[in-house]
């Protein structure tokens, strides 16, 4: 069979060798000053062996105050760029693409100290402050001078984290955002942040970028697929090349979850806009991943806890699939058992 999972896939001049993106995934385990470390060679080092076409960093912070926890990567500073340039250039002559996934955490921040975010009193109980515009001014300007440093870095991609409740999704929500002011109100109101940082990252970045969205927060008065078409045709008019479709984490309500829960987010936004999607949620298996591709569903599949399970899931997709793919050099002839299955991708 030709496999579309094993296809390569461009965006802006960069080429992917297959379609299956690691998933960003918080690991907390970054230096108390938001640094890499060996811990993070290793972790994104054996995915991009397992031959994985893009590995998406986890949530990284663009200001010191913008973290969660101590264990966050942070990029707003010269060290944590040469920390980051040491990894990419590491995952790069293993063979991967690497993207960054830039972030403030807004009222989820769990460091003591107050959380800058949209809206008034708290959410989920945690303190949620209304900021001024020039506080906004200085949250936009954080993540235009990360993006330069990431670009410093060498990253492929770049995506934007506007999901679960964090600072940029709680100004898109309606169930958080109780603004008066030009940011809060009307869905276009609530999308002035998107667009301002959009615009800001888009005056020095020309590479492929990604958002990740939570498309439906689960409440009857928050955001829905509706809501994120609308949002969707906004990010293509400014030149977003894909959006990472997941949902929730606005309010701690815990959707039904089975394999593939989140696709019909990713297809549904793909087909209405003409956006590229990346597919997230439970998707275990080489076939389940084919599928979603062969029937346009996604543009990406974005695997995530069962790549922390098998680093090498690529190789056990393809095995699933009955095709081989390209083994790492050092590995050659013993991933897959001779004379099995063609050599076809």
């Known amino acids: 069979m030709v496999s579309m999972l094993f296809s ?12 299956i993106m690691m998933a960003p995934m918080g690991t907390v385990a970054a230096a108390n000053d938001g640094t890499v470390n060996d ?7 054996a995915r991009a062996l397992g031959q994985v076409g893009l590995i998406m960093l986890e949530a990284t912070a663009v200001t010191e105050q913008g973290r969660d ?7 707003w500073n010269d060290e944590q760029e040469t920390g980051m340039k040491r990894l990419v250039n590491h995952l790069h002559q293993i063979g991967a693409k690497v993207g960054i996934q830039l972030w403030h955490a807004g009222r989820k921040r769990k460091i003591e100290g107050a959380a800058a975010t949209a809206s008034p009193g708290t959410v989920m109980g945690q303190p949620s402050l209304g900021i001024t515009e020039w ?8 993540f235009l001078a990360s993006t330069v440093r990431a670009m410093h870095a060498g990253f492929d991609v770049i995506e934007i984290h506007a999901a679960h409740g964090y600072f940029i999704n709680d100004f898109l929500s309606p169930l958080t955002n109780k603004r008066e002011d030009k940011y809060g109100g009307t869905r276009e109101r609530r999308y002035r942040l998107l667009h ?3 615009e800001a990252i888009r005056s020095v970045w020309q590479g492929p970028l990604f958002v990740k969205v939570s498309v439906d927060e689960y409440s009857a008065i928050g955001n829905k697929l509706e809501d994120h078409m609308y949002f969707a045709q906004r990010m293509k008019e400014q030149g977003v090349d894909l959006i990472d479709c997941s949902s929730g984490g606005v309010l701690p309500i ?20 003409g956006v590229a999607t990346a597919a997230v949620g439970l998707i275990t298996t080489g076939m389940q991943a084919e599928e979603i591709l062969q029937n346009g569903r996604a543009d990406l599949v974005a695997v995530g806890r069962a790549l922390l399970r098998d680093p090498f899931w690529p190789r056990t997709a393809a095995e699933q699939l009955g095709i081989t793919i390209e083994e790492p050099g050092p590995y050659k002839s013993y991933w897959f058992p001779s004379g099995s299955m063609s050599h076809e991708n």
């Open 8 to 19: 390569p896939f461009t965006v802006r001049g960069v080429e992917m060798k297959n379609r």
């Open 135 to 142: 506080q906004i001014a200085e949250v936009v300007d954080a």
């Open 196 to 198: 301002e940082i959009i």
């Open 69 to 75: 926890l101590y264990g966050n990567l942070g990029l």
């Open 254 to 273: 815990k959707p039904k979850v089975y394999p593939g829960y989140q696709v019909p987010f990713a297809e549904a936004i793909r087909r209405e806009s």
């Open 39 to 45: 811990w993070h060679l290793l972790h994104y080092g």
